[in-house]
């Protein structure tokens, strides 16, 4: 892979039930390169789940501590932490799709069935059950191409149906989601604080390509926003891994510019520029 993906639209509108999420018109010349292309999509109808990503080299592991709005840290035994993870990476002609909630998911023949509707090929599908739960990968592919898929919108619309279908059929997950304010049964037993959650990192990785790993809140279209932050200031993005767990998101991308690893000043720019709007900041009426 190795390509500059352009400008992806973000999600105009999202239902309420989270059965359809659509999309802008979006023009660009491609997503990961080489045999990855993102074409352009005019409006895309989903019944969102939840999705997550790769296998990367070397980097820390993510913080199992969730930061919330008060400094604490609390954990929910009761309800195991849901898991949706998105591998572009170990596979060269398919994207892997792993979700883990403990021991509580079946076979998830309906979320094989909700895959399809996307356009979607289910390859192949696995249960393996190891002490941390049961983890279910699927092997996936697009119908019309037949190799992996790596468009950002339909990734990131891969998740959404992943996580729509985890809070219908189990309520509860709901309550360790952060989608689950919206549109779960239950309310999330933590608010996280985007500003203490936000972790951003940029890792050398070779003499072509650089690692960026994001760590920050979770919330619908953030795949979409990432790659086009930076795509946006003409760093291209390879490949890449993106986790939803639990209230969190970690990302991690292969990145370049110009076909070498991003030197330092330029880390800098791009760790600055994803901190500004995963942040969000807003000016307190106080301050005026």
Do not use: W
């Amino acid at each position: 892979m190795a390509g500059a993906m352009v400008s992806c639209g973000s999600i105009c509108e999202m239902c309420t039930s989270l059965k359809v999420i659509e999309k802008q018109p979006i023009s660009s010349s491609g997503f990961f390169n080489g045999s990855l292309a993102l074409n352009p999509v005019h409006r895309l109808y989903i019944t969102p789940k939840r999705l997550a990503l790769s296998r990367s080299t070397i980097i820390p592991k993510a913080s199992a501590a969730t930061a919330v709005e008060d400094g604490s840290s609390q954990e929910t035994t009761a309800v195991p932490t849901p898991k949706v993870i998105i591998d572009l990476d170990s596979d060269p002609d398919a994207t892997v799709v792993e979700v883990t909630f403990g021991d509580r998911l079946g076979a998830l023949l309906d979320t094989m069935n909700a895959l399809k509707n996307l356009g979607l090929n289910v390859v192949k599908a696995n249960v393996c059950l190891d002490s941390s739960g049961k983890h279910n990968t699927f092997t996936i592919t697009k119908v019309s191409t037949g190799r992996k898929v790596d468009d950002p919108e339909l990734l990131e619309a891969i998740r959404l149906t992943i996580i729509n279908n985890m809070m219908e059929y189990h309520p509860e997950s709901s309550s360790r989601l952060a989608m689950g304010e919206a549109f779960g049964a239950f309310q999330p037993y933590q608010k996280i604080d985007v500003d203490i959650a936000t972790h951003i990192h940029v890792y050398d990785d070779g003499p072509e390509r650089s690692l960026l790993c994001v760590e920050t809140a979770d919330r619908p279209g953030l795949i979409v926003d990432l790659v086009k932050i930076i795509t946006d200031i003409n760093i291209d993005v390879e490949s890449g891994e993106f986790d939803t767990e639990g209230l969190l998101a970690k990302a991690k991308f292969h990145v370049s510019y110009k076909g070498k690893a991003l030197i330092k000043p330029l880390q800098q720019v791009l760790a600055n520029s994803l901190r500004y709007f995963l942040r969000r900041p807003t000016t307190e009426d106080a301050s005026f």
